[in-house]
């Protein structure tokens, strides 16, 4: 089949989701076409045009740019015909442009990797989609009432998730990566006011543009502030550090739904790469993780955090336990169990 696999936008975690289906399909004999939705907003977002000597102005607001950069997804869509159109997130993507291209003959699976905390957004879009696949069950139900929908876990990439020799400059007793939203930084510098981390090496990897100047968190960010981090760098840091911490965020569009049940993608990479780490629970890993220890409180976790570091040993077996327990949670598996969903005729 022909597969038309639209990049998110945002380069963060999601854009390595974006990666791991369309090599997965690739793997199973799909034709995957991608649309490199990050490249063209970040190229509207950047036009400049003169309105003066020696002065410019930005050619596109950002409403405009997005709309431009979706304008070539049409177009794609009217020149590739695809089967199936595979959209991920689906952050900028109007629900219109999923009626046009079922009316054309192409199915059209939306990939939501945000539930439940962008709830409102990703029901709205799913109603437009022939298949939903969902990264958490928690409102599997709601997402059934309009539309075929299924739970698929979040999944690792095997060449790049796995065990492996630490590198040098990754190597730290701490380390966590992801984006730094307001909840996780306070609870960080929670763990650092209580004097958790002093005479540690920790290294924070991922979004961390909101810290504040006078933070004591900066200089704990292993890489540029302004800059991110390539997945391929971040499976370096879970082969490379002692203990690893999972951290979920409390930012939602109600309360209601910032508790999750599954695992996010974070969590069963580093299970993958044979880390060590702290869970904050979640139903899914007190399942499928049970072996390793979860936490209620970052002075819960300092506790964690110093026995572990005492017993290297015997978190090297608890790893290993880990990285079985997900060892089939692969791109591939999944990628192979949607393609049986699809042809399905119920």
Known sequence: MK????HPGPNFSVADVYAGWCDALRDLGQKVSRYALDERLTLYGSVLVECGPGQFRHAFDGPAATERAIDGLYSH??????????????????????????????????????????????????????????????????????????????????????????????AADLAFVGTGYPSRIAWFEALHGAGALDGLDVLLGGNWQALAEPSPL?????????????????????????????????????????????????EV???????????????????????????????????????????PDSCAATARAAREAVADRTFRNHAALLLRWLDRKD
């Open 3 to 6: 597969w038309l696999v639209v």
């Open 77 to 170: 869509l009217y020149r590739w015909r695809p089967d199936v159109l595979l959209v991920v997130s689906g952050f900028f993507v109007p629900a219109d442009l999923l009626d046009l291209a079922r009316s054309y003959g192409t199915r059209v699976v939306t990939l939501h990797t945000e539930e439940p905390y962008e709830h409102a957004r990703e029901l709205a879009l799913a109603a437009h989609a022939d298949l939903a696949l969902v990264n958490d069950p928690t409102n599997l139900d709601a997402f059934r009432a309009v539309t075929r929908a299924e739970y698929v876990p979040h999944a690792y990439r095997p060449e790049i998730h796995h065990p492996g020799p630490p590198a040098a400059d990754c």
């Open 218 to 266: 900066r200089k704990y960010v292993g890489h540029d502030l302004e800059a991110c981090l390539e997945n391929t760098d971040a499976a370096d840091i879970y082969r490379s550090a002692r203990v690893g911490v999972n951290l979920y965020r409390r930012e939602a569009e109600t309360e209601a739904l910032a508790a999750g049940w599954a695992m996010g993608p974070r």
């Open 269 to 311: 990479e580093m299970a993958a790469c044979g880390m060590y780490y702290l869970r904050d629970p979640r139903g899914e890993g007190d399942e499928l993780l049970s072996m390793l220890p979860r936490f209620a409180s970052p002075g819960e976790a300092a506790e964690q955090l110093r026995w572990a570091l005492a017993h």
